[in-house]
């Protein structure tokens, strides 16, 4: 019946989800917060100056490295007109709320010096979109324009589609390509260990039936999900395959391994299913428990996909959970004795039980303080790193090699001043700019106070509106008279009184140095609007910088909250499930140490081995979570069978049979889930990669050296200082009986 159950929930879920082609419509425009100032700068934006306003950008670059020639000038200005056609349509169909804004050399022709490169090689059309760059409207934006410019275009010239719309197009897709990579990766890693651990076809295949139909029927409910509104994204989906395929096998074979245990004793299979399940079903739930509760505290989080992933993925593992406790033990129980079929329940033990588990066990219980110390000692340096890291934030890092954003930004970098495609806009909003003269006089110091950061290579303002570059200022200045009207309508608005400059910085848009450059650049339009308007006024930033600082800001805000609730929950579970304080805090404590010596292995791994920039900044409160909650899974199964043991031997025993007998077992489920989690490093991007490999390395320093080593000697010492603090007190109580 839970067989023939399953499969009938799984097939009704299919049914009833949704093709993905009608969920692209649930993504947020944003993945910050409305509050965020970003966002409160592109509104504003959006009313006052809505030519310039833009989430993000589409910049299609044109290059002809002989020059371009009028057919190219033809085309370019045919393409303008087919984008705006387009918008059009998307328009009458969504809503002008998902308009955008073209600007190229033909449709703003007082724009054409700025767009098209002094050596006449490359020209450009900008598209300003108003959702985030990573998002499927976006990609469906870019596809567009894609589309629309292979039509007629001259022969040799090269066509590239840059701006952040473009590169988070081509991450989108990077992140396609590398969950289908991922997935297949993952399932031929669980077969192969499931094959050398049960060395029986029907007893490795029950973990992977019962997993495929897991993370089928969580693919199906992560549709629904996004139907109802809720934002799911490829990463959400690989982080689906590697959890589901690595938490769930964990859970079977621990209910297999405990399972096989009582079947030795000489009872039918439905008695030793019964006595398993009171075993460790609470085990299982309560280790279950520790990552889908540590995964839903990443709700508290402002940032979007952090906030996602806490509503979707504690949720669907919950599916893995089920099928372990229902699924699994209906298997079983139906194939009965030929579980290990060629062999039998005896002659089918776990791998290294007798020989190094034993050998280690009799180790800690011998010496559990110099364990103790040399675990300790062991993880300070790579903690010592990991304290003084600092994350990257540079998603054009991220992309796979030869993507067209990268090219195109290549061709522009080439023949533009650098970073001109990630220019940004500074708003400065005071009543005092109704005056016009008054606003010119702020737009001229602010101009000068702009140009003389040495970092600001550009400035476009009411005074400078082509920008400071000798062969386009005089053009500006002239059209400040012959077109003074449509001049003050690009630089100030009127309801309520603003003012726009906009300047370019030789930096990338993701870097430090371009975060420092743009928060000094606001602290100068601060300074200089109270000098001249005589009052504080509020300043607003909008652009791919100003968004990254936020994304910082927000991102570092959450992971301190994020990192508060799940330390309070997962700890509150382990206490309530194994009644030790001290032990429990210290189990905490070890995975916190764990999590630390893993930030400082992948430094020394991906920054000083492989030369890359630096750790992805989303790696950060991911890996926290997975590596605290996933690592107490094993805490917890060691020490639930500690106590078990507890109530038949004195704690030396008691602590040596629980290492022996959870050892090869533990082992095993965390090789697997170091496995899975490291398939992510097949993803071909370099967060994944970055991820994988941290994810891997820290489950295998928990199963290998804080659960077999450092937990059973703490608690040795423990119950020794414990017993010894309960002599002293029993013989000073006997002394005053006396």
Same mark, same amino acid.
């Given at each position: 019946?839970?067989?023939?159950?399953?499969?009938?929930?799984?097939?009704?879920?299919?049914?009833?989800?949704?093709?993905?082609?009608?969920?692209?419509?649930?993504?947020?425009?944003?993945?910050?917060?409305?509050?965020?100032?970003?966002?409160?700068?592109?509104?504003?934006?959006?009313?006052?100056?809505?030519?310039?306003?833009?989430?993000?950008?589409?910049?299609?670059?044109?290059?002809?490295?002989?020059?371009?020639?009028?057919?190219?000038?033809?085309?370019?200005?045919?393409?303008?007109?087919?984008?705006?056609?387009?918008?059009?349509?998307?328009?009458?169909?969504?809503?002008?709320?998902?308009?955008?804004?073209?600007?190229?050399?033909?449709?703003?022709?007082?724009?054409?010096?700025?767009?098209?490169?002094?050596?006449?090689?490359?020209?450009?059309?900008?598209?300003?979109?108003?959702?985030?760059?990573?998002?499927?409207?976006?990609?469906?934006?870019?596809?567009?324009? !894609?589309?629309?410019?292979?039509?007629?275009?001259?022969?040799?010239?090269?066509?590239?589609?840059?701006?952040?719309?473009?590169?988070?197009?081509?991450?989108?897709?990077?992140?396609?390509?590398?969950?289908?990579?991922?997935?297949?990766?993952?399932?031929?890693?669980?077969?192969?260990?499931?094959?050398? @651990?049960?060395?029986?076809?029907?007893?490795?295949?029950?973990?992977?039936?019962?997993?495929?139909?897991?993370?089928?029927?969580?693919?199906?409910?992560?549709?629904?999900?996004?139907?109802?509104?809720?934002?799911?994204?490829?990463? !959400?989906?690989?982080?689906?395959?590697?959890?589901?395929?690595?938490?769930?096998?964990?859970?079977?074979?621990?209910?297999?391994?405990?399972?096989?245990?009582?079947?030795?004793?000489?009872?039918?299979? @439905?008695?030793?299913?019964?006595?398993?399940?009171?075993?460790?079903?609470?085990?299982?739930?309560?280790?279950?428990?520790?990552?889908?509760?540590?995964?839903?505290?990443?709700?508290?989080?402002?940032?979007?996909?952090?906030?996602?992933?806490?509503? @979707?993925?504690?949720?669907?593992?919950?599916?893995?959970?089920?099928?372990?406790?229902?699924?699994?033990?209906?298997?079983?129980?139906?194939?009965?004795?030929?579980?290990?079929?060629?062999?039998?329940?005896?002659?089918?033990?776990?791998?290294?039980?007798?020989?190094?588990?034993?050998?280690?066990?009799?180790?800690?219980?011998?010496?559990?303080?110099?364990?103790?110390?040399?675990?300790?000692?062991?993880?300070?340096?790579?903690?010592?790193?990991?304290?003084?890291?600092?994350?990257?934030?540079?998603?054009?890092?991220?992309?796979?090699?030869?993507?067209?954003?990268?090219?195109?930004? !290549?061709?522009?970098?080439?023949?533009?001043?650098?970073?001109?495609?990630?220019?940004?806009?500074?708003?400065?909003?005071?009543?005092?700019?109704?005056?016009?003269?008054?606003?010119?006089?702020?737009?001229?110091?602010?101009?000068?106070?702009?140009?003389?950061?040495?970092?600001?290579?550009?400035?476009?303002?009411?005074?400078?509106?082509?920008?400071?570059?000798?062969?386009?200022?005089?053009?500006?200045?002239?059209?400040?008279?012959?077109?003074?009207?449509?001049?003050?309508?690009?630089?100030?608005?009127?309801?309520?009184?603003?003012?726009?400059?906009?300047?370019?910085?030789?930096?990338?848009?993701?870097?430090?140095?371009?975060?420092?450059?743009?928060?000094?650049?606001?602290?100068?339009?601060?300074?200089?609007?109270?000098?001249?308007?005589?009052?504080?006024?509020?300043?607003?930033?909008?652009?791919?910088?100003?968004?990254?600082?936020?994304?910082?800001?927000?991102?570092?805000?959450?992971?301190?909250?994020?990192?508060?609730?799940?330390?309070?929950?997962?700890?509150?579970?382990?206490?309530?499930?194994?009644?030790?304080?001290?032990?429990?805090?210290?189990?905490?404590?070890?995975?916190?140490?764990?999590?630390?010596?893993?930030?400082?292995?992948?430094?020394?791994?991906?920054?000083?081995?492989?030369?890359?920039?630096?750790?992805?900044?989303?790696?950060?409160?991911?890996?926290?979570?997975?590596?605290?909650?996933?690592?107490?899974?094993?805490?917890?199964?060691?020490?639930?069978?500690?106590?078990?043991?507890?109530?038949?031997?004195?704690?030396?025993?008691?602590?040596?049979?629980?290492?022996?007998?959870?050892?090869?077992?533990?082992?095993?489920?965390?090789?697997?889930?170091?496995?899975?989690?490291?398939?992510?490093?097949?993803?071909?991007?370099?967060?994944? !990669?970055?991820?994988?490999?941290?994810?891997?390395?820290?489950?295998?320093?928990?199963?290998?050296?804080?659960?077999?080593?450092?937990?059973?000697?703490?608690?040795?010492?423990?119950?020794?200082?414990?017993?010894?603090?309960?002599?002293?007190?029993?013989?000073?109580?006997?002394?005053?009986?006396?």
């Amino acid at each position: 019946m839970w067989i023939v159950g399953w499969i009938t929930f799984v097939v009704v879920l299919r049914i009833c989800a949704p093709p993905p082609e009608e969920l692209i419509h649930s993504e947020p425009d944003s993945l910050l917060p409305p509050k965020a100032p970003n966002n409160q700068a592109f509104e504003f934006l959006v009313k006052t100056f809505p030519l310039s306003a833009a989430r993000s950008q589409i910049i299609v670059v044109c290059y002809r490295p002989t020059g371009l020639t009028s057919a190219d000038r033809s085309y370019m200005a045919r393409l303008a007109k087919a984008i705006v056609q387009e918008n059009e349509r998307n328009v009458a169909e969504i809503g002008e709320k998902y308009a955008w804004r073209v600007r190229s050399p033909d449709l703003q022709p007082f724009l054409a010096r700025k767009l098209l490169s002094a050596d006449n090689q490359v020209g450009l059309i900008i598209v300003n979109l108003p959702v985030n760059f990573i998002t499927m409207k976006a990609k469906q934006a870019v596809d567009a324009v !894609e589309r629309l410019a292979r039509s007629d275009r001259p022969e040799g010239l090269a066509v590239e589609f840059s701006g952040s719309a473009g590169v988070g197009r081509d991450y989108s897709s990077g992140a396609k390509k590398a969950l289908d990579r991922t997935m297949w990766v993952t399932v031929v890693a669980v077969m192969v260990i499931l094959a050398v @651990v049960y060395r029986a076809p029907l007893g490795a295949l029950v973990p992977l039936v019962s997993i495929g139909l897991s993370v089928f029927g969580a693919f199906q409910v992560l549709s629904l999900l996004a139907q109802a509104g809720w934002p799911v994204s490829s990463i !959400e989906k690989m982080f689906t395959v590697v959890l589901l395929f690595g938490a769930g096998t964990d859970y079977a074979l621990f209910w297999i391994a405990r399972y096989r245990e009582e079947r030795l004793s000489r009872i039918d299979a @439905v008695t030793a299913a019964s006595r398993t399940m009171k075993a460790v079903g609470p085990a299982i739930v309560a280790s279950a428990g520790t990552i889908i509760f540590g995964l839903a505290m990443m709700m508290a989080a402002d940032f979007v996909l952090s906030r996602n992933a806490g509503k @979707v993925l504690g949720l669907v593992l919950a599916l893995a959970l089920a099928a372990s406790l229902t699924l699994v033990p209906a298997m079983v129980v139906l194939i009965g004795n030929r579980l290990f079929w060629p062999g039998h329940f005896k002659s089918r033990g776990v791998i290294g039980q007798r020989q190094i588990w034993t050998r280690l066990a009799a180790i800690v219980v011998a010496r559990p303080g110099r364990v103790l110390l040399i675990g300790f000692a062991a993880m300070a340096v790579p903690i010592w790193t990991a304290v003084r890291m600092e994350f990257r934030y540079d998603t054009i890092a991220e992309l796979p090699p030869g993507a067209s954003s990268s090219r195109g930004a !290549e061709m522009a970098e080439d023949h533009f001043p650098p970073g001109e495609a990630f220019a940004t806009t500074i708003v400065v909003r005071h009543p005092a700019l109704a005056d016009a003269k008054l606003a010119t006089k702020l737009a001229e110091q602010l101009t000068a106070d702009l140009c003389a950061v040495e970092d600001i290579t550009d400035v476009r303002s009411l005074t400078e509106p082509l920008g400071l570059d000798r062969r386009v200022r005089e053009q500006g200045r002239m059209l400040r008279l012959v077109a003074a009207t449509r001049i003050a309508g690009e630089y100030l608005g009127d309801n309520p009184p603003a003012m726009r400059i906009e300047f370019v910085t030789k930096h990338q848009p993701f870097v430090e140095e371009a975060f420092r450059t743009i928060t000094h650049a606001r602290q100068i339009a601060d300074q200089v609007s109270d000098r001249v308007l005589g009052g504080k006024a509020e300043i607003l930033a909008c652009g791919l910088t100003p968004y990254m600082i936020d994304i910082r800001d927000y991102s570092t805000a959450d992971h301190k909250r994020v990192t508060v609730l799940v330390i309070s929950v997962i700890l509150l579970i382990v206490v309530v499930l194994i009644r030790d304080i001290p032990l429990s805090i210290f189990m905490l404590a070890a995975t916190l140490m764990t999590y630390l010596a893993t930030l400082g292995i992948t430094e020394w791994v991906f920054v000083g081995l492989l030369g890359q920039d630096g750790v992805d900044w989303k790696a950060k409160l991911f890996l926290f979570v997975i590596i605290v909650a996933v690592g107490q899974d094993y805490n917890i199964f060691l020490a639930s069978r500690l106590f078990q043991e507890r109530e038949h031997f004195d704690e030396k025993e008691a602590t040596e049979r629980a290492i022996v007998r959870t050892g090869s077992i533990i082992s095993s489920c965390g090789v697997i889930m170091a496995a899975t989690l490291g398939s992510l490093m097949a993803s071909g991007l370099k967060l994944m !990669e970055q991820l994988g490999f941290a994810m891997s390395a820290g489950i295998l320093i928990d199963t290998f050296l804080v659960r077999p080593l450092l937990i059973p000697a703490f608690h040795l010492l423990l119950r020794r200082v414990w017993k010894r603090r309960s002599t002293t007190r029993f013989l000073a109580r006997l002394s005053s009986d006396m």
